[in-house]
């Protein structure tokens, strides 16, 4: 039996394997986690004929430098990604969204994200790694999931298995666009917040701060003061849920969000906007826009209906 | 009984028992909680209970908010879970070092240690919720003249285990977390075990605890 692993050179900013997600375990405080951009997830493992709960390597910013060993697997990237393989000390370019064959001692070196933040790779086969809870999703925080919980380290190896015959190209055309705009829907503490504190936080643009990570996106902007109370019992969160701090700045749950939390909730991103949300990196600035209930489950109807368009295309 | 349901976004129900937090009402909660899991409604994701609200997040492919709310407007709730608590009893070092804010609890209850101490090891506690971090247990209530303010300026870096109070509530950080409760002693015992794929938490909604203090040479023992 062949040995196929990768040795981990460089282990990227943040780089961790996720899945799907591990569900009902808020109770005991274990948050949902997850790929954070579901659709790019998704189409990961879609062009490696692999089921869609297959674990992938999620990376943000700088992604990771890695050295193949073993037999020719197909692998893709997906994302906004500038990624290289390097074959007998040549440098070789290919395109997001598209499987490339990784021969024995390639490098492939993922340098950046674009102009976004997070980015996938799926391989031809399985990543080796553990599983907690029904996922292998890694939440450094708790330190559970694949690889003990923690980020990839340096000089690590990720073997691998079920290497599946070199796949067909499957390639697809697909832009990752940008958007400025996150629409949500009114939080249970709207009414904590006078009409004027409303008008500024759908008036103005927020910074995204660099204190932005899987856990949670902080603003800056202007101050959205309460006048009820800038503590409420804490309760349960959901990813996407705005609540406004004391100090008056909104932070936005991601997905390794803390399950309870005692500020007051003023919206909730629609889950239509979320993958796009996650990918706008610090430095950028966003605006809110307030929408119903019944405009925003059309909304992710046709979302849907886009992300499995795109499945259908792949060719 | 759940008072009023609303939504949390479009991929969650916010049910609302009232606005008090009292035993009662969490039992109610925490009932509805256990009945909810036995339910198996389509497309629910995660159940939250906490002092006096239930979220209820869906996957929106499956379901929705409609179909959800009624669904639970319709809950039979067939069995009563409140009459299966636990009494789990934990141990607590309050040397020195573990006691962090034990000095500034004096000043500011104007009580004097033994008596802190005493009157916090004199009471059970129950158990509103578990989160935030995994498996943090949210206990109270705490005897009035053990009242305490958050620290003005949270710690970034709360020790695993330690054990906490504020105002009527205490809590175990079940990892090193950043965090703003008074410090009062730290136990050996792992709250949350992520080692464990069934039950990783020891303590569950509902559950009774109660604490004794242990020296810091017992306490060393049971790290051994």
Known sequence: MNKNYFEVLRPGINSTFQDNGRNNFYHIGIPFSGAMDNRNFLLANTISNNGINNPVLEFAYQGPKLKYIGENISINVTGDVNFKIIRKNKNLEFSCYENIILENNDCLDILSTNRSVYGYLSIGGTFEVDYYLNSCSTNTKAKI?????????????????????????????????????????????????????????????????KLSDRM????????????KNTNIKSEGLVKGVIQITADGDPIIMLSDHGTIGGYPKIGVVISADYDKLVQIPPGSKIKFKEINLKDAETIFKLYEMETQNLISNIK | MIKNISNLGDAALYCDFGPEVNKEINRNVINYFNNLRDSNFLGITNITPSYNKLVISFDLK????????????????????????????IPVCCAEEFALDIKRLQKLLKINEAKIYETFFSKNYYCYMTGFIAGMPFLGDMDKSLFAKRLETPRVKVPKNSIGITEQFCNIYTFESPGGWNIIGKTPVD??????????NLINPGDTISFYPISKLEYEKKYE
């Not at chain 1, 290497?163 to 904590?192: A, Q, T, V």
């Not at chain 1, 996106?217 to 309460?226: A, D, E």
């Not at chain 2, 959800?68 to 067939?78: G, R, S």
């Open chain 1, 145 to 209: 999931g694949a690889n003990s919980g923690e980020k990839l380290e340096k000089g690590q190896i990720i073997h691998l298995k079920n290497i599946k015959k070199i796949l067909p190209k499957n390639k697809i055309e697909y832009l990752n666009s940008k958007i400025e705009n996150i629409r949500i829907i009114k939080g249970p503490h709207f009414d904590y917040f006078s009409k004027d504190a409303i008008d500024l936080f759908f008036g103005n643009e927020f910074n995204i701060t």
């Open chain 1, 216 to 227: 949670g996106i902080r603003l800056k902007g202007p101050k959205i003061s309460n006048i």
């Open chain 2, 62 to 89: 499956l379901t929705s908010f409609a179909k959800l709310k009624k669904q639970v407007e319709n809950l039979e709730l067939k069995k009563n879970y409140n009459s299966k608590n636990n009494l789990i009893k």
């Open chain 2, 191 to 200: 709250i949350f075990d992520n080692k464990k794929n069934t039950e990783p």
